[in-house]
């Protein structure tokens, strides 16, 4: 039973996952610029996503600003960072910001994105 259970919350992760990817949105940067930002707030279980897009060979840097109780999560990439670098593959990341602990409020951030 406990398997079944586990096989079952899996699955709803996943289905979760594709409804919320269509709701991602993407760091833009300005003409010329290296890097973007993007702002938000986040609740208990309520994280927001972004995307961007990257060449290979690229280094990016994802830093997260403005609260101690938020971290990112890049699938495939890093777990609960706050600021993390690393060398690109082409195509497009999925970043998932969202609340580290519990807390009955809402948490402002900021996340910075450079890209070189």
């Known amino acids: 039973m406990k398997h079944v259970l586990t096989v079952l ?3 709803l992760c996943a289905a979760g996952g594709s409804a919320s990817a269509q709701s991602c949105s993407e760091i ?3 003409s010329g610029a290296s890097s973007g930002e993007v702002s938000g707030r986040v609740t208990d279980n309520a994280p927001l996503c972004f995307v961007f897009g990257t060449g290979a060979g690229q280094s990016a840097r994802l830093q997260l600003l403005g609260s101690d109780n938020t971290c990112f999560t890049i699938p495939g990439v890093t777990d609960c960072q706050d600021d993390f670098s ?6 497009t990341y999925r970043v998932n910001v969202f609340q580290l602990f ?3 409020a ?4 900021t996340l910075r994105l450079t890209i070189r």
Request: net charge positive.
């Open 102 to 104: 519990r807390a009955p």
């Open 86 to 91: 690393f060398r690109t593959s082409a195509g």
């Open 28 to 30: 833009r940067f300005a």
């Open 9 to 11: 919350a899996l699955c």
């Open 106 to 109: 809402y948490e402002q951030f």
